[in-house]
């Protein structure tokens, strides 16, 4: 008599779930991925041709790193791949909003230098389709970072901006607010073109991208975090904007935030 397949476990039979526990668990994983999504916005031709990210590798077993290689799009082979350490020297997580700063800092500083890239001339042989690119180690990385620290600038700000507000439709976006539109103002402001749960009509948020020291903001969490209580219990109204915006029914002014 043949023996039954193992069936599948169900809930309360004891059976272990581990692995897949441990990987939703797995931190650097998930710094892993986040590294991907910040980075993925700019594979991207930039106006004006220059040069783009044209992958974000994972590196087996070294998932404190990232690879990211970088090309002008027209010679895929005249690539440079770059070891991005995803924790500082002391341990801690780098943010994944500064690793496009970051990468530009590379490329201004590191692009085309094959003094910086590896020894080992086996480190780019195993980058799918381009074989062979020099690559630029992890510890040269972090010597040029800190000599040229990255500095966030205006579409890093807005990119935070935005995606701290209202994620992608694709995500699990609990309080359904969907971006609709976006504007760079005057004044280090962007305004926010928003709808969703609470909202009458398309409504517009400004919100600041810069610090009042001038440093490009990171990180918007006082604000996101509030954001849906201020819709809910219909506290928006007392944060008034005197503009009017003919693409959107209400602007309001959250740059005090």
Same mark, same amino acid.
């Given at each position: 008599?043949?023996?039954?397949?193992?069936?599948?476990?169900?809930?309360?039979?004891?059976?272990?779930?581990?692995?897949?526990?441990?990987?939703?668990?797995?931190?650097?994983?998930?710094? #892993?991925?986040?590294?991907?999504?910040?980075?993925?916005?700019?594979?991207?031709?930039?106006?004006?041709?220059?040069?783009?990210?044209?992958?974000?590798?994972?590196?087996?077993?070294?998932?404190?790193?990232?690879?990211?290689?970088?090309? =002008?799009?027209?010679?895929?082979?005249?690539?440079?791949?770059?070891?991005?350490? $995803?924790?500082?020297?002391?341990?801690?997580?780098?943010?994944?909003?500064?690793?496009?700063?970051?990468?530009?800092?590379?490329?201004?500083?590191?692009?085309?230098?094959?003094?910086?890239?590896?020894?080992?001339?086996?480190?780019?042989?195993?980058?799918?389709?381009?074989?062979?690119?020099?690559?630029?180690?992890?510890?040269?990385?972090?010597?040029?970072?800190?000599?040229?620290?990255?500095?966030?600038?205006?579409? =890093?700000?807005?990119?935070?901006?935005?995606?701290?507000?209202?994620?992608?439709?694709?995500? =699990?976006? #609990?309080?359904? $607010?969907?971006?609709?539109?976006?504007?760079?103002?005057?004044?280090?402001?962007?305004?926010?073109?928003?709808?969703?749960?609470? $909202?009458?009509?398309?409504?517009? $948020?400004?919100?600041?991208?810069?610090?009042?020291?001038?440093?490009?903001?990171?990180?918007?969490?006082?604000?996101?975090?509030?954001?849906?209580?201020?819709?809910?219990?219909?506290?928006?109204?007392?944060?008034?904007?005197?503009?009017? =915006?003919?693409?959107?029914?209400?602007?309001?002014?959250?740059?005090?935030?």
């Amino acid at each position: 008599m043949s023996t039954p397949p193992p069936s599948s476990p169900s809930p309360g039979d004891g059976r272990s779930t581990e692995p897949a526990a441990r990987w939703e668990a797995d931190a650097p994983v998930q710094r #892993q991925a986040a590294a991907t999504r910040a980075l993925l916005r700019l594979t991207a031709t930039p106006l004006g041709g220059g040069p783009v990210v044209r992958g974000v590798l994972p590196l087996r077993p070294h998932r404190d790193l990232v690879r990211v290689v970088v090309g =002008d799009g027209a010679a895929p082979t005249a690539s440079t791949a770059y070891d991005l350490p $995803l924790l500082d020297r002391n341990g801690n997580e780098l943010p994944a909003a500064g690793l496009p700063a970051a990468v530009r800092q590379l490329i201004g500083h590191a692009a085309g230098d094959r003094a910086l890239t590896s020894n080992d001339p086996s480190a780019g042989l195993g980058i799918p389709g381009l074989p062979g690119i020099p690559v630029v180690p992890a510890e040269t990385v972090r010597l040029v970072l800190d000599a040229h620290p990255a500095e966030l600038d205006l579409t =890093d700000a807005l990119h935070t901006a935005t995606t701290g507000i209202a994620p992608s439709a694709d995500t =699990d976006n #609990q309080d359904g $607010l969907v971006l609709l539109g976006f504007l760079l103002l005057p004044e280090e402001r962007a305004r926010l073109y928003l709808a969703g749960n609470g $909202l009458a009509d398309t409504t517009g $948020l400004d919100v600041r991208l810069r610090d009042r020291d001038g440093t490009a903001i990171s990180a918007i969490t006082a604000l996101s975090a509030a954001l849906p209580s201020l819709i809910a219990n219909d506290q928006l109204q007392y944060n008034p904007s005197d503009e009017t =915006d003919p693409h959107c029914g209400e602007v309001f002014d959250l740059t005090h935030w």
